[in-house]
């Protein structure tokens, strides 16, 4: 009898615990997910934070927090907490006494350009005797924005050069002779009729006027990345927005204004992205955050007809001497060569660059714009 009454005493505190954690486990229980940065560039390492709360007198044995994220944000490989299929997925377990806070830092790898988010995040709890499911979906996201990767500067340092060639001529087109600035040394750039003669007598050197600019310079990135009709290559693309990403970066630094025009279009408004001239370090992250952004899943316009729309059709739209035009594009097609030889005669020299694969070749045969090849290995 007495080993009767135990067992259902055993069984009444077996069932009333059970109870009790079932009912109240996720009352004052909360969490929170962040990346430490909103932005970084590929490659770059980042934490996400964790951060759960267990706000009443009842502890949990064993809650499991699970997520899941793009398979291009990588854990450490020493990482047990994570599998990886179509998506990586998240699954890091916590015990909490009454009135616990954890926070948790864990390192992820950014491999790829883009806008990565958070998601599916839900805290399970299999009771205090390990032999149930119990399930709280957390609503609340996180994402981040990996900014795409400079390409080597070494590799870089001749296109650069031309660009500058190009946007130091349209400097001299643009000086205002009415706004002296100063004197200095005479180079081989310098016009003879800017010599200052008096200032030449007076030191023994040639020395030219000096004036402010009467209109800043621009460069202008038109970034075509529809396919070609033929085999194509996420790497030529990729090293497209990176390059693209590139001159930005450099003539902003320069004080230089930049625009861009694409027809890749955003992740989310599924539109074609563009972005007004402008410079500054925010400017620069407005650039990058437009490049992180594209989808190359989605259509895309045909680029030849973007740019009939865009300039050469439109009457809105006047030449303009103070902009360099630096087109990246691996398609080259007939028709789009044809439509850039329209465009180089009305805006002045175009500037193209070619991505192309090892062991291709990167000429234009349909126009007399002069190309610069950049090899995608």
């Given at each position: 009898m007495n080993v009767l009454l135990m067992l259902i005493g055993v069984l009444i505190v077996y069932l009333a615990i059970k109870l009790v954690f079932r009912y109240n486990w996720n009352k004052g229980l909360g969490v929170a997910l962040e990346f430490e940065k909103k932005h970084v560039v590929n490659g770059e390492t980042v934490n996400v934070v964790e951060v759960i709360s267990n706000e009443k007198r009842l502890p949990l044995p064993c809650v499991n927090l699970k997520f899941q994220v793009d398979r291009e944000l990588e854990f450490p490989e020493t990482d047990t907490n994570s599998s990886v299929s179509d998506l990586t997925y998240r699954n890091d377990v916590f015990s909490f006494l009454a009135n616990q806070r954890i926070t948790r830092r864990i390192p992820v790898k950014c491999n790829h350009r883009g806008v990565f988010k958070i998601s599916g995040v839900q805290l399970t709890f299999a009771g205090p005797f390990m032999n149930e499911i119990n399930?709280?979906?957390?609503?609340?996201?996180?994402?981040?924005?990996?900014?795409?990767?400079?390409?080597?500067?070494?590799?870089?340092?001749?296109?650069?050069?031309?660009?500058?060639?190009?946007?130091?001529?349209?400097?001299?087109?643009?000086?205002?002779?009415?706004?002296?600035?100063?004197?200095?040394?005479?180079?081989?750039?310098?016009?003879?009729?800017?010599?200052?003669?008096?200032?030449?007598?007076?030191?023994?050197?040639?020395?030219?006027?000096?004036?402010?600019?009467?209109?800043?310079?621009?460069?202008?990135?038109?970034?075509?990345?529809?396919?070609?009709?033929?085999?194509?290559?996420?790497?030529?693309?990729?090293?497209?927005?990176?390059?693209?990403?590139?001159?930005?970066?450099?003539?902003?630094?320069?004080?230089?204004?930049?625009?861009?025009?694409?027809?890749?279009?955003?992740?989310?408004t599924k539109e074609a992205v563009g972005i007004r001239e402008g410079a500054g370090v925010g400017h620069l992250g407005s650039i990058n955050t437009v490049l992180a952004r594209m989808d190359l899943k989605l259509e895309k316009e045909e680029f030849a007809a973007l740019i009939n729309r865009t300039f050469i059709e439109n009457v809105s739209v006047q030449s303009s001497d103070n902009s360099v035009y630096v087109v990246i594009s691996a398609s080259r097609r007939k028709k789009l060569q044809q439509t850039m030889q329209k465009f180089e005669k009305k805006y002045g020299q175009v500037i193209w660059i070619v991505p192309y694969m090892t062991g291709g070749e990167y000429s234009l045969d349909y126009c007399g714009i002069r190309p610069e090849g950049w090899e995608v290995k």
């Open positions: 399930v709280l979906k957390v609503g609340s996201t996180c994402e981040i924005t990996v900014y795409p990767k400079t390409v080597d500067s070494k590799r870089f340092s001749f296109i650069r050069s031309r660009i500058s060639g190009e946007a130091e001529r349209k400097k001299y087109m643009l000086e205002d002779p009415f706004v002296f600035r100063g004197i200095r040394d005479y180079t081989s750039n310098d016009s003879l009729k800017n010599v200052n003669w008096k200032a030449t007598a007076r030191t023994g050197n040639l020395c030219v006027n000096e004036y402010n600019e009467s209109v800043s310079r621009n460069v202008c990135i038109l970034l075509n990345l529809e396919d070609d009709g033929m085999l194509t290559y996420d790497s030529v693309n990729e090293e497209a927005i990176s390059l693209a990403a590139s001159v930005a970066e450099e003539f902003i630094r320069q004080g230089i204004n930049v625009s861009l025009i694409s027809n890749a279009c955003d992740v989310d």
